[in-house]
């Protein structure tokens, strides 16, 4: 006992008080007094053999099992939740809550058992914490892990169990798990950590709370601890809540247990509680259950670090990390209905047989090219077989050299990326370690993407369009262990604390190298690839993680995108299969994801003169003489680029023009086109098919469409024609913009609406029904990174053995099998006469000659929303405003002609706001909300 | 059925009255001055009078209550005389005779505070909450008549949200002529939602709640056009029909509230002859949102609005044109 006691020294002698435990006050919001109970359980000895000592301490704690029983729920097991330091059960209250609540609705459901039965919450106060007894002494962790054995013991808690820990609770928890294999059916975890790795330094507020000075009064004399833990939330937990945390800490006497948790943090390799933590840290190797990892990354104790070591002893845990949430992730996310998702989906009776979708008519009927058809072929295959061709692979039509076009031939560039792949593993870049890439497109980014792939590291890209706070959560989200950047990359990712060792393309000075933290250049990789002889480490398996793309993210937080070797692969069979890029192909690289491609294609490639950083730089010029360098017949733009190329066309020569006409197919990509731009662009390569391609992050190239195919699908006259393809009782709204027909190897179907706009119905290829547009294909993701409930409801309803994506947009297939855009899934309004989807009022709306551009949103609560039009005049409007009674009524007209919905309001606006990416899409959220102030009387401000 | 109309005089109630007609019903009609409802017989009296009311109600299956004192302004005494009392002895009466339907004829003021109102279902009736002698006594009343709800006799709150049309000497008259005088402003930017009831909307609606007041009794329900539009395009829509020119000078909204709130104090020191220009309950109906989830109300009545906005609009313009 001279540890424990030395331990407790440490803290003022309030912390040796005892007091016996007592229910919670009532009236704490969210917490329900009947789930309260006090249980007397006798005290184990920790010496072997474990016998009863003549002691029994008591114990609050909530459990929703009586509730349960009392309803008739069959009970699928326990989760038995552990709270940290220094909180209580109080912190579980929504699952108990909510666990109970899913119990009581599933009520004469006719389901089967796991449907209709319920999981039981067990959540604790540990012993002096939050109401259970202050037992005096202090309780270092093997202690506590033989509390929670005995507090079990004396429940005679039967399995299944899924433990849940928060903080320090989640060490404890995974104690008990660990000790109880016969019972344990899975492991939850919030915030925790069960290693302090020695190469990390302790995180400095606890380094701060820890010393002997401050220990005391931060944590038992004085609430600091308390209050410091209280302030972590993000957004700020209102008063009451606070106060609901910190009511069993109300003086010094009910303190002694946070000081004593503190006191109990073995920081040093010395500290009585670290054989055991080592103990729980080792023996989580050995777990086979299923685990779910939530994670507040925003927490200055339990970094993105300890997540990685969690993961790196439950590799086949389940993770989902919310962006923006901090250490109390209980209070800053919907933490409990994915944890009861999780259980429903992993560990009760049934979970894991995949839910059949089922599948009517043709919706199980093949993409045009059956994909288990397709060989698979590796990225770096013509690298391989063209290491030995003097034919030109590469041509960067304005190098960072400055000397005109650099010229790279496949021999150069097989060599090159084959020293560089040598560098890095001499580096020590190990198979799936992950490589951030902050190169501009170029050579220098072809030749490190191919040598990173070749060795199985996995390439980080994330677009700078995400801006340095975007770019910086993705990356550090992305957890790359190495960054291999250009000057303005590496200069952020040191300014920013990037995690990673920094490799630079370029050589800097010394002094510069230092300050960046940069170790190895781009040169002296390559000179060590000479070095060694060049010998590759065997070749990654087509099922090994290749990349992780960062989404644009538009619509909330950039998601990574997980792409397995085999599907990258594939991806570049659909630009073959699409535009016949392949072996010998001239293909002007004007629009990055599909441009780094074209090496896997054997196609040659250019990038043309401009700043990458600024597509729309671009001009006629430079995509000529891009073209007439490598004899192109392919061009791949960006919108952006795209326009300005069109607007700088007069200064095209004789020789420019007959260049271009060299040209078979252009494609622009990256966001939608309008007609006129794609056939302006289309006269300038008058023997071009001009296509724009529809697909997503997730899913590169699903459909596509050619500028005859939008003139095809454009109606007569007025824009009514597509409403006829509407099914009886379908979602108002319909029209739409056509996005073509799917890629060789990809199948579209439609996931219809219930009334409530979720997408609930059956994949279906029936035309004129309007859903979520559901994509599946070879080259579909694999998966999201850390984001475990998206990527689940991402894949909601697939069918066993395919791979679907949800793709979060709307739109409907009509009898030609071609599929129409109608919006965003989270701008569906739900009105008290159905569902409308926005695009089609908005083509309405634009239809009216003084409208130059329109979004329409639903103002009110979603079941009983009403339509309003927002739109930027011809004649710009000079402030916000109601439109003119003129312009209101044309509107109106225009929307509501043929059984078309009605509007609420038309408001007119200088400037609708739209993504400082793409300049093109309409945050109609934001929009929503701006309006529903606007007409409930608030101030008429700019959007 | 034989049904008691009372308030059949007053604008919605003379509507209600023809519509019960137009259904086949027997319609009564109480009030102090003759309603002028063709194929109704009139009976006259004061609510107040208990001996008058259950003479009138009684022989008639269902009562249809309209009768109330509506103002702005006025004596807190009369408004609780006339919405509480006269509810009171109506509902006894009621209960006396036998009859087993009513239909109380209320309001969505009775719920609520001068916040803005977007999807508002109907809250329960709250007194305390109420803005102003008028909402409150309607409130009080509309807890005695759901109170005295039983199997015997049914009783449902119908709650229509500003009533207008053809023949509106309240709402419609005083916007028209004060606009032609030039005297009515926007308040704030005009773009706060407003949602309006038709009168023949409101009409049919309290006949539906008459019809199923087997299952809707008990319940309070809002009824409107569910065509919620911006104030200043409603205002605009009846000045076109009248032919006025619509309000063209702007009030910010807190001005015009704390003239209201001045107004009516002054008013209540010297009360005039005609109501306050400005109360601050009018300037917040006139500068927030107040408009309603009608999915219930729809449901459980029936009933659906016959006449759109643009068609009310159109009706109100030819009743101007002919006049």
């Not at chain 1, 059960?89 to 319920?118: E, H, K």
């Not at chain 1, 009509?814 to 599929?819: H, P, Q, V």
């Amino acid at each position: 006992m001279t540890s424990v006691s030395r331990g407790s020294r440490r803290l003022p002698r309030a912390a040796a008080l005892r007091a016996p435990a007592t229910l919670p006050p009532t009236g704490l919001p969210g917490l329900v007094p009947e789930f309260s109970r006090l249980v007397e359980v006798p005290e184990t000895s920790l010496a072997p053999g474990g016998s009863t000592l003549a002691l029994t301490r008591t114990w609050h704690l909530l459990d929703n099992g009586p509730e349960l029983l009392s309803h008739g729920r069959p009970i699928l097991g326990t989760v038995l939740c552990v709270h940290g330091n220094p909180t209580w059960s109080y912190l579980w209250r929504d699952l108990v809550a909510q666990a109970t609540d899913a119990a009581a609705s599933a009520v004469g459901a006719a389901a089967g058992p796991a449907a209709r039965g319920a999981w039981r919450v067990i959540a604790v106060d540990q012993l002096d914490m939050g109401f259970s007894e202050r037992t005096g002494i202090a309780r270092p962790l093997a202690r506590r892990v033989r509390d929670l054995a005995d507090l079990t013991d004396a429940l005679g808690l039967e399995g299944p169990v899924v433990t849940f820990g928060h903080d320090w609770g989640g060490s404890i928890s995974l104690g008990w798990a660990v000790d109880h294999p016969e019972l344990l059916a899975g492991v939850m975890l919030l915030n925790t950590a069960v290693h302090q790795p020695a190469e990390f330094a302790v995180p400095a507020p606890l380094r701060l709370a820890l010393r002997r000075s401050v220990l005391g009064t931060a944590t038992v004399a004085t609430p600091a601890f308390l209050a410091t833990t209280l302030a972590l939330a993000h957004p700020s937990l209102g008063a009451d809540v606070k106060a609901a945390y910190a009511a069993p800490y109300r003086s010094a006497a009910r303190r002694g247990g946070i000081g004593a948790f503190v006191a109990d943090i073995p920081v040093a390799l010395t500290h009585e509680s670290r054989p055991e933590l080592d103990r729980i840290a080792e023996a989580l190797r050995n777990l086979t259950v299923p685990a779910l990892m939530l994670w507040g990354p925003r927490d200055p104790i339990f970094s993105d670090r300890y997540l990685d070591d969690l993961v790196d002893r439950l590799p086949h845990a389940d993770v989902h990390r919310f962006e923006g949430s901090g250490h109390l992730v209980m209070e800053d996310s919907p933490y409990a209905p994915m944890a009861l998702g999780w259980l429903a989906a992993r560990v009760s009776p049934g979970a894991g047989a995949a839910v059949d979708a089922v599948v009517t008519g043709s919706a199980a009927s093949a993409a045009a090219i059956d994909p288990a058809t397709i060989a698979y072929r590796p990225l770096w295959h013509f690298l391989d077989e063209l290491q030995g061709s003097d034919e030109t692979a590469l041509v960067d039509m304005n190098p960072l050299t400055g000397s005109g076009p650099r010229v790279v031939t496949w021999r150069l560039l097989s060599r090159r990326v084959r020293q560089i792949a040598v560098g890095l593993v001499s580096i020590g870049v190990k198979p799936g370690d992950r490589v951030s890439l902050l190169v501009p497109p170029g050579a220098d980014l072809t030749a490190v993407l191919y040598a990173c792939v070749r060795i199985g590291a996995i390439v980080v890209v994330a677009d700078a369009g995400l801006g340095l706070r975007g770019l910086t959560r993705a990356v550090r989200g992305a957890r790359p262990d190495h960054v291999i950047g250009a000057a303005p990359g590496l200069a952020a990712a040191r300014a920013l604390g990037w995690p990673g060792q920094k490799i630079a393309t370029a050589r800097f000075p010394a002094a510069i190298a230092r300050t960046l933290g940069v170790k190895h250049t781009l040169a002296s990789l390559i000179a060590l690839g000479r070095a060694t002889g060049a010998v590759l480490p065997p070749e990654p398996a087509p099922t090994d993680v290749a990349a992780v793309l960062f989404t644009s993210g538009s619509t909330g937080p950039a998601k990574g995108v997980v792409y397995t070797h085999d599907q990258l692969s594939k991806v570049g069979y659909a630009l073959f299969a699409q535009y016949g890029v392949g072996r010998g192909t001239g293909l002007v690289a004007g629009f990055a994801p599909f441009a780094l491609l074209g090496p896997a294609l054997g196609a040659r490639s250019v990038t043309p003169d401009m700043d990458v950083t600024s597509p729309k730089t671009l001009t006629a010029t430079a995509v000529a003489a891009a073209v007439a360098a490598i004899d192109a017949t392919v061009v791949f733009l960006s919108p952006a680029a795209l326009a300005n190329v069109v607007a700088t066309a007069d200064a095209l020569t004789a020789a420019d023009h007959t260049a271009l006409a060299g040209v078979q197919s252009f494609l622009s990509a990256g966001a939608p086109v309008s007609e006129p731009l794609l056939a302006a662009a289309a006269q300038l390569m008058p023997g071009a098919t001009a296509h724009t391609p529809y697909g997503m992050t997730e899913g590169l190239l699903m459909a596509d469409i050619t500028l005859e195919g939008i003139r095809a699908a454009a109606p007569a006259s007025g824009s009514a024609t597509t409403m006829t393809d509407a099914a009886p009782g379908s979602v108002a709204g319909a029209g739409g913009v056509c996005v073509g027909t799917a890629t060789a190897t990809t199948r579209i179907r439609i996931s219809a609406l219930d009334a409530a706009g979720l997408a609930v119905g059956e994949l279906s290829e029936t035309p004129g029904v309007t859903g979520e547009i559901v994509v599946s294909a070879p080259h579909v993701k694999d998966h999201y990174d850390r984001l475990w409930s998206t990527d689940a409801a991402s894949k909601r309803g697939s069918l066993t053995g395919e791979r679907w994506h949800r793709t979060g947009d709307v739109g409907h297939l009509d009898a030609a099998g071609r599929l129409w855009v109608e919006g965003r899934m989270q701008h569906l309004i739900v009105t008290a006469d159905g569902v409308v989807t926005p695009v089609g009022p908005e083509q309405r709306v634009e239809s009216v000659a003084a409208v130059a551009r329109a979004a329409v949103v639903g103002v009110g609560p979603a079941g009983t929303q009403h339509l309003v039009a927002v739109v930027e005049t011809v004649v710009a409007a000079r402030r916000v405003a109601l439109a003119e009674p003129e312009l209101a009524d044309a509107v109106r007209a225009s929307v509501a002609a043929d059984g078309g919905p009605s509007l609420a309001a038309v408001l007119v606006v200088p400037r609708l706001p739209t993504d400082i990416r793409h300049n093109s899409k309409i945050d109609r959220s934001a929009l929503s909300r701006w309006a529903g102030g606007v007409l409930a009387g608030g101030r008429m401000r700019q959007p | 059925m034989k049904v008691l109309v009372t308030g059949a005089s007053g604008f919605l109630g003379r509507a209600v009255a023809a519509e019960l007609v137009a259904a086949g019903h027997t319609v009564t009609c109480f009030q102090r001055r003759p309603s002028g409802v063709a194929d109704a017989t009139d009976a006259l009296g004061s609510i107040t009078d208990a001996a008058r009311v259950a003479e009138a109600v009684a022989g008639h299956d269902a009562v249809v209550h309209l009768a109330a004192k509506v103002s702005l302004a006025g004596d807190p005494a009369e408004f609780e005389a006339v919405n509480v009392g006269g509810t009171r002895t109506l509902l006894a009466a009621a209960a006396d005779a036998g009859a087993s339907r009513f239909v109380y004829v209320s309001s969505p003021s009775v719920a609520h505070a001068g916040a803005s109102l977007v999807g508002a279902g109907a809250l329960p009736a709250d007194p305390k909450r109420a803005r102003g002698d008028y909402a409150r006594t309607k409130a009080l009343a509309e807890l005695l008549a759901l109170a005295a709800d039983s199997p015997a006799l049914r009783v449902v709150a119908v709650r229509p949200h500003l009533v207008w049309g053809p023949g509106d000497t309240q709402l419609v008259a005083r916007i028209v002529e004060r606009a032609r005088v030039g005297r009515l402003p926007l308040l704030g930017h005009g773009a706060a939602l407003i949602d309006t009831t038709y009168v023949d909307n409101a009409a049919s609606a309290i006949r539906a709640a008459l019809d199923r007041v087997d299952t809707v009794h008990g319940q309070a329900y809002v009824i409107t056009n569910g065509e919620p539009r911006p104030v200043a395009e409603l205002l605009a829509g009846m000045c076109r029909a009248a032919g006025v020119r619509p309000p063209a000078w702007r009030v910010p909204a807190s001005v015009a509230r704390g003239a209201g709130s001045l107004i009516e104090a002054a008013w209540r020191l010297r009360p005039g002859v005609d109501e306050p220009p400005m109360t601050r309950f009018l300037a917040e109906q006139l500068s927030t949102a107040h408009w309603f989830d009608q999915r219930r109300t729809r449901a459980d009545l029936q009933w659906m609005p016959a006449v759109t906005l643009d068609e009310g609009f159109a009706r109100l313009e030819r009743s101007y044109r002919g006049a």
